[in-house]
């Protein structure tokens, strides 16, 4: 973090309050810092506001992966899968600290999938041209053993490797939220938008509740671009409460377990479960990620629950697919995040299709609509949101510089200070700042739980340089203790309760309220076998 660069939350709101805006974002997920990130660095007077925390919504509970979708490929979306590949390409590049190249196998079971899925993925390197990771090959059955050795070998004929991006969903959210600050965003969570203000028939700016104090004030901006994913019909419905809502959420699960349901690097991929669904296996922070589902939801809930049938879903899949089969005391923490999917024709009318994958829309009074897409091609959603916003703003003609704009603290991918399995490498060049509070507090420098990969120094480092405003934030987002192991996350919450007190001048009550509420989300995310 440059020494001029402000990411205290105070000072945000202060700004938020007194400065006119050339744009303001309304959420703070993958969409919306990408819209930040973009505005900021053409050099618009931009703000972002985020009801809860960064990446509190779906843009913490994804399957962690820079994709160009093999699944598309399959339903011969070339289109949608060059674009996705190129974004892959651009965020390996841009965020070297965050993203990296993970191998995955298809492995093969019956005879035609070897032939079937190997000329598929060659496509897949095709289209990727020179940002592919590396290119895809065929492998035996024994191979496929050496590099998973968990894989279910009855009737295993051979595999498929290629490779696509793995990374931390909400590290690139909190460090989104800083390269736009590092562009001179203002950016601040817990301030929810509440109202639209109108100047006769076009939108100005927005009423917002400050979330901490409670006091309710007015930001002013020539363009308000909605970024609530699948909250943004609410928003519309502020600007216009008659409008048809357009988000059909679409639920996601996984499950966490330990190391030794996939004990090596290697990811597992199966396009086709017997329910015709795609299942991964994924390393992740020394841990394995298995899921997911998609089931279609009523409501829209910022702490979505998985549903019992979810978790049998990918529970019976894993054990097809894995030797040592997961069972229900097996696993370590269970979320769940909602796709925002807009529903076909539901925005016809007033819609401007940019994509098949996300959809930019403008309302009558100019309020500018960014929903769809995924976590992988954000940064393509936000240059195309831009387009729009530019027009009903009337915004110079300023040039997008994403394409090559290195993320927050990006290091160079080789740089041999932090390797790829330091467990401090997310943080790219801020990881001397981390290192800086362990020197200044050595009690803070040892690992807070014996089965988390986390010090107190992160805590603490979360709490003075990533606005991470309560315990949530830190366990879940800024570290990923909740995803990792929930019960040792809860077990954690007293001591990193304590360093956050210390940081941010909280006192006893402060930490007991933090504790509780801690427990009880921690328990949501547990399972009772
Ligand atoms: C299960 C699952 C797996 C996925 N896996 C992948 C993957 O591996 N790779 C990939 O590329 N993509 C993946 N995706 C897609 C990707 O995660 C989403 O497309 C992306 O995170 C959506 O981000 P968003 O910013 O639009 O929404 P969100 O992250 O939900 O952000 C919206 C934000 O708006 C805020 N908000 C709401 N109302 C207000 C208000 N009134 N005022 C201020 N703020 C407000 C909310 O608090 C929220 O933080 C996955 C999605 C799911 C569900």
């Known amino acids: 973090m440059t020494e001029s660069t402000t990411f205290r939350r105070d000072d945000m709101v202060a700004r938020l309050r007194d400065e006119r805006f050339d744009v303001l974002v309304v959420g703070g997920g ?32 994804s399957t962690k992966l820079v994709h160009g979708g093999v699944r598309y490929l399959e339903q011969l979306d070339i289109a ?70 968990n894989v279910e070998q009855t009737d295993l004929k051979g595999g498929v490797r290629y490779h696509d991006g793995q990374f931390d969903d909400a590290r690139l959210a909190i460090s989104l939220a800083l390269t736009a600050a590092d562009h001179g965003a203002v950016v601040a969570n817990r301030v929810r938008v509440i109202g639209l203000r109108k100047d006769v028939t076009t939108c100005t700016g927005a009423v917002v509740r400050d979330e901490v104090t409670g006091d309710e004030f007015e930001i002013r901006a020539r363009v308000v671009v909605n970024a609530c994913g699948v909250f943004a019909d609410e928003v519309r419905r502020l600007d216009e409460p008659d409008v048809d809502r357009v988000i059909e959420p679409a639920q996601g699960v996984h499950l966490v377990l330990d190391r030794s349901f996939q004990p090596s690097d290697t990811a597992i991929m199966v396009p086709h479960t017997d329910d015709g669904r795609v299942l991964f296996v994924i390393p992740w922070h020394h841990r394995v ?25 990918i529970l019976r899949n894993a054990n097809r697919y894995l030797a040592k089969d997961p069972t229900a005391a097996d696993v370590k923490s269970v979320f769940a995040g909602l796709r925002p999917l807009v529903h076909p024709g ?102 807070l739980h014996a089965d988390l990969p986390y010090t107190g120094a992160e805590i603490a480092f979360a709490a003075r340089h990533e606005m991470a405003l309560g315990l949530n934030d830190a366990l879940s987002r800024r570290t990923r203790c909740l995803l990792l192991d929930a019960k040792a996350a809860a077990e954690v919450a007293p001591r990193a309760a304590e360093i956050m007190a210390a940081e941010l001048g909280r006192d006893r009550s402060w930490i007991d309220s933090e504790v509780a509420a801690f427990r009880t989300l921690a328990d949501g995310y547990t399972l009772r076998p």
Request: with cysteine.
């Open 30 to 61: 993958a969409t919306g810092l990408g819209v930040a990130v973009d505005a900021a660095s053409r050099g618009f007077r931009t703000a972002l506001v985020e009801a809860d925390d960064f990446a509190k919504g779906t843009s913490s509970r």
């Open 346 to 447: 539901g925005t016809s009318g007033s819609t401007k299709s940019i994509s098949r994958n996300h959809e930019v829309f403008v309302s009558g009074s100019g309020v500018v609509t960014i929903v769809g897409g995924k976590w992988t091609t954000y940064r393509r959603m936000a240059e195309d949101t831009m387009k729009q916003v530019a027009a009903v703003g009337g915004l110079d003609d300023r040039p997008c510089v994403t394409e090559s704009l290195r993320v927050h603290a990006a290091l160079d991918r080789d740089d041999p200070a932090l390797p790829e399995h330091d467990p401090h490498r997310m943080y790219g060049s801020d990881a001397a700042l981390v290192a800086s509070i362990a020197t200044e507090r050595p009690e803070l420098a040892g690992p």
């Open 80 to 149: 949608l899968v060059t674009e996705a590949l190129r974004e892959r390409g651009l965020l390996y590049r841009n965020a070297p600290h965050i993203v990296r190249n993970l191998p995955f196998i298809v492995p093969q079971y019956k005879w035609w999938e070897g032939p079937f899925y190997g000329a598929g993925l060659k496509a897949y390197d095709l289209l990727a041209g020179r940002m592919n990771l590396a290119p895809s090959r065929m492998l035996s059955a024994a191979q496929v053993v050496e590099e998973i050795p």
């Open 289 to 313: 990620v298995v899921g997911t589902t998609d089931t279609p939801m009523k409501t829209a809930e910022l702490e979505p629950r998985a549903l019992p049938e979810e978790i049998e879903f």
